[in-house]
Structure formats: C-alpha cells, structure tokens
C-alpha cells in the first residue's frame, strides 16, 4: 500500500487548507482512514477517522467543530478540511490506513493503523 498526502503549506491563523491522501495499492473502500499530526518535539497525536463507507466519523477534541474529515472512494482518495486554523494546528500530517478488523472501533492510536504516508506540513502564523 501507498499513501501519498499533499495539501499542506503555509496559512495565516483563522485561514483553511484542505489536504489529501490519495491511496493505491489495495481496495481502497475496504478500509477505514485516518488523519494525525506530530509538531516538533512532540508525539503524533490523532486528529480524526472515517470509517470504510465514510458514515462513521470520529475527532480529536481539539479540531472538533473545525476540521472535517471525508473520502472519496472511486478516487482512492481521504481529505480533511481544516477551517479556523490556529498556530497550535502547526504540524506534520501523517495518513495512516488500518486494514485489520472488520468493525468500527474510533481507531484513534498509531497502533491501530497499518500503513501511513509521508506526512504533509502545514503552518499557522498567528
């Protein structure tokens, strides 16, 4: 499997981006998806998930009611929209695939996930 994100870049605080993942390798809808982040020094975190038919939806408290997470499955494709950006948003994007388990379980832990991709920069200035 391969993940590929883009979407990140350089944003002013209040501003939006939208990234995606773009997937190939194996059946795309088969799986559900996630978003997480890692700032300098410190650990990758969660930021949101979706499960394989994108009904399912699941966020960290932190970008509840900001960010959306949504896939397009004829495109292979996850994105997460980010609105009302915050310096704290500051961050590596990593999208990460979980292929085990046939039940939604709020994958929310690295562990969780089975394949990730190369991580997207985004950054807020305030």
């Known amino acids: 499997v391969q993940l590929q994100a883009s979407g990140g870049g350089l944003v002013q605080a209040g501003g939006s981006l939208r990234l995606s993942c773009a997937a190939s390798?194996?059946?795309?809808?088969?799986?559900?998806m996630g978003w997480f982040r890692q700032a300098p020094g410190k650990e990758r975190e969660f930021v949101a998930a979706i499960s394989r038919s994108g009904v399912r939806l699941y966020y960290a408290d932190s970008v509840k009611g900001r960010f959306t997470i949504s896939r397009d499955n004829a495109k292979n494709t996850v994105y997460l929209q980010m609105n009302s950006l915050k310096p704290e948003d500051t961050a590596a994007y990593y999208c990460?695939?979980?292929?085990?388990?046939?039940?939604?379980?709020?994958?929310?832990?690295?562990?969780?996930?089975?394949?990730w991709g190369q991580g997207t920069q985004v950054t807020v200035s305030s």
């Open positions: 390798g194996r059946t795309f809808s088969n799986y559900d």
């Open positions: 990460g695939l979980r292929v085990r388990g046939s039940m939604w379980i709020r994958p929310q832990t690295e562990a969780e996930y089975d394949y």
